[in-house]
């Protein structure tokens, strides 16, 4: 009865609870955050107090100093610290409901199609015990095939690809539901990783994640370029031979060079996917191609390398990034519609 | 619009063109550069008549609004365009075209189970209905079965038993209980004349009764003085068991060579003709195979 009531003083929300960012889509209103997975946490008296979340923590990370730590709470698309990203749900929820106390909203959330039971509990209880009223999750392909505008419903194939920060998930859907799924932990997370990795080993300097990721946008490519180099870009970080900090530039060709393992790993995901894939859908994506979604489709000739890895068209969806979450909004304001996406744990 | 013949490649197109932007600025680029739509299509993997769509300004033929995108958009790249400005341009004109994927989630069709409200509705009228209507049709017969004229014969007779017996109701159930083995009532309950319509003159003759055996039959009953249960048997055969209630009579019936068995030989009165007999054992002891014979029970000192 409570619940009801404070149902009422609610925004329903969708939340698209990524490694690297969480877009909250509110009922009837739309994308109202966009913000990245960091939470900020100080120690004060022995007890672990949140000091920031979102954009702020997120300036944080890799300069706190001993009692604050900036922490991301969401590892390989599911939840690392249960306790951090209960807090940050709860900042979220808040921040939607303008700091208003009462606010129990009826949430979705989207979940890594290769997530685990215990995972997919673990989003959930983490939601609840945010305050949410009732939470349904939602599957990351299913997501983001419904925000790029696929005919998911039709008796057609469609693929998706959503490259996201900690998992690549690759899906063919027809009738309304998923027909092959399959989830890779290969995502920006791994692309940063594989940066770092590069210029350690090859400049004997080491950048943080903040650096690498930054490296990934400006210059990051999925091959090399034609002729040349490619644009470059300085980088700074701390020499491991001297220890003192140093400059150094950096070319796109290297990039492309370091980003090659992530790469070639998403690449075999969508090639046995599409070994799984039953010979009539299999004509209709010869036919159509693949739908690139998440921030992973914004490298640089991603869709390039796919095209000629796979010999199928492939396209880019519309504003990739906001894909799983327009597509977790469209369940929330069609949920009757579309409840039978919906899953929950109980 | 006009007609209009170009050059693809190795094929020649004649057709109808749109007087559409973005189809003309590539088409028009790509001629500019010397390409050939084919070898485009071999290149970015896209079918070639979707291609020739894009430059036609078919663009209800794309698959779709996610596809359509895509596709303008590696193609305007392939150009050597800026793909977000083609795609921008791509999406004011499909504005009115732009078809948006109808989420119509297939539901399966129940196959048994629980019908609809509505359905449910309908055969409960349905019913209603029926009922109805066999009510109407069925209650004048059913009345006259009820009301069926007894026939004069029969009327005597009734009356008859009821007058001289003035038994109570509970007595009548345990009569019910041993009418299978009773022959019906004899010359004295049955008038006459009546017998005579109905038999033959001879065999009234031979089969009616002496004159001394026109007299009343002894009576004889058991009443309860308080609840007791009794087993009227004939034979090895069991007539009848019951639990009399305090104040219950049970008339014995007519046929002889019944024999009686209580669990409270005390607790029942022996009744011949009204008279109370000398009680057929102490309270609270079984009393079996006691011959419910008049001559058996001796009237109390």
Redesign the interface.
């Known amino acids: 009865m409570f619940s009801r009531l404070t149902g009422w003083l609610s925004n329903d929300m969708a939340i698209d609870l990524g490694t690297a960012n969480t877009l909250v889509y509110v009922k009837g209103r739309g994308i109202v955050l966009n913000e990245p997975s960091v939470v900020a946490l100080a120690e004060v008296r022995g007890r672990k107090q949140v000091l920031a979340v979102g954009n702020e923590a997120k300036q944080m990370l890799g300069r706190t100093p001993g009692n604050i730590h900036a922490i991301r709470p969401l590892r390989d698309g599911v939840i690392a610290d249960f306790e951090v990203a209960e807090e940050m749900i709860k900042h979220f929820i808040r921040k939607v409901h303008n700091r208003r106390s009462f606010a129990s909203p009826l949430v979705i959330v989207c979940v890594p199609s290769g997530s685990t039971a215990v995972e997919r509990r673990a989003i959930q209880e983490s939601a609840e015990a945010a305050g949410a009223r009732k939470v349904y999750l939602i599957e990351e392909p299913m997501a983001a095939a ?1 925000g ?7 008796p057609t194939g469609s693929m998706v690809v959503d490259i996201g920060g900690g998992t690549t998930e690759v899906a063919v859907l027809s ?2 539901g998923i027909v092959y799924a399959r989830s890779v932990r290969v995502g920006g997370d791994m692309m940063d990783e594989a940066i770092i990795n590069y210029i350690r080993r090859h400049h004997n300097l080491l950048v943080g994640e903040g650096s690498a990721e930054r490296i990934k946008k400006e210059i990051g490519c999925a091959c090399p370029p034609e002729q040349g180099d490619g644009e470059t870009m300085e980088i700074k970080g701390r020499d491991l031979m001297n220890g003192v900090p140093k400059e150094i530039v950096i070319s796109q060709r290297q990039i492309a060079e370091s980003l090659a393992e992530p790469v070639t790993a998403i690449i075999d995901a969508v090639k046995v996917a599409l070994e799984h894939t039953a010979p009539e859908l299999a004509a209709d994506i010869v ?3 693949i ?1 690139l979604t998440g921030g992973g489709a914004m490298l640089h000739n991603l ?1 390039f390398v796919l ?1 000629h890895a796979t ?8 504003d990739p990034l906001s894909c799983v979450a327009l597509g977790t909004g ?1 369940a929330l304001e ?1 949920m009757k ?2 409840r ?2 919906l899953t929950t744990m109980y | 619009m006009f007609q209009r013949a170009f050059s693809r490649g190795q094929t020649q197109v004649r057709g109808e063109f749109k007087d559409t932007g973005v189809g003309r600025l590539l088409c028009a680029t790509r001629m500019r550069l010397g390409k050939d739509l084919q070898y485009i299509a071999q290149v ?4 070639y008549t979707y291609l020739v769509a894009i430059e036609d300004g078919r663009y209800e033929d794309l ?5 359509a ?3 303008v ?2 193609y305007a790249d392939h150009l050597g365009l800026d793909g977000d400005e083609v ?1 921008r341009r791509f999406k004011e004109e499909t504005t009115g075209l732009r078809r ?7 539901i399966p069709t129940p196959d048994s189970g629980i019908p609809s409200g509505l359905s449910l509705l309908g055969a409960v009228l349905l019913g209603m209905a029926v009922y109805g209507s066999w009510y109407a049709i069925t209650r004048p017969t059913r009345t006259l079965a009820l009301v069926q004229e007894v026939p004069t014969r029969l009327t005597a007779p009734k009356e008859q038993p009821v007058a001289e017996s003035g038994q109570a109701p509970t007595e009548a159930t345990a009569e019910e209980a041993a009418a299978e083995n009773t022959p019906p009532p004899t010359g004295p309950t049955v008038p006459t004349d009546t017998a005579a319509d109905t038999q033959p003159p001879e065999q009234t003759a031979t089969l009616s009764p002496p004159p001394e055996s026109t007299e009343p039959p002894d009576v004889l009953e058991l009443r309860a003085k308080v609840d007791s249960w009794i087993q009227v048997r004939k034979g090895e055969s069991i007539l009848l068991t019951k639990l009399l209630k305090k104040g219950d009579t049970y008339r014995v019936p007519e046929p002889h060579g019944l024999t009686l068995m209580t669990a409270n030989a005390g607790s029942l009165d022996v009744l011949v003709n009204g008279d109370v007999m000398a009680p057929l054992g102490d309270s609270n002891t079984v009393a079996s195979g006691i011959p419910l014979e008049v001559d058996h029970f001796k009237p109390t000192e």
């Open positions: 419904i790029a505008g696929l005919p998911v419903t039709e009738l309304g036919d159509k191609g739908v869709d095209r010999g199928l068209p492939v396209s880019i969806a519309d469209k069609e519609k579309l039978n996406v | 970015l993997h896209i079918r698959p779709g609004q996610a596809y995108l895509g596709f958009r590696a795609v948006k994927a109808a989420l119509d989630f297939p």
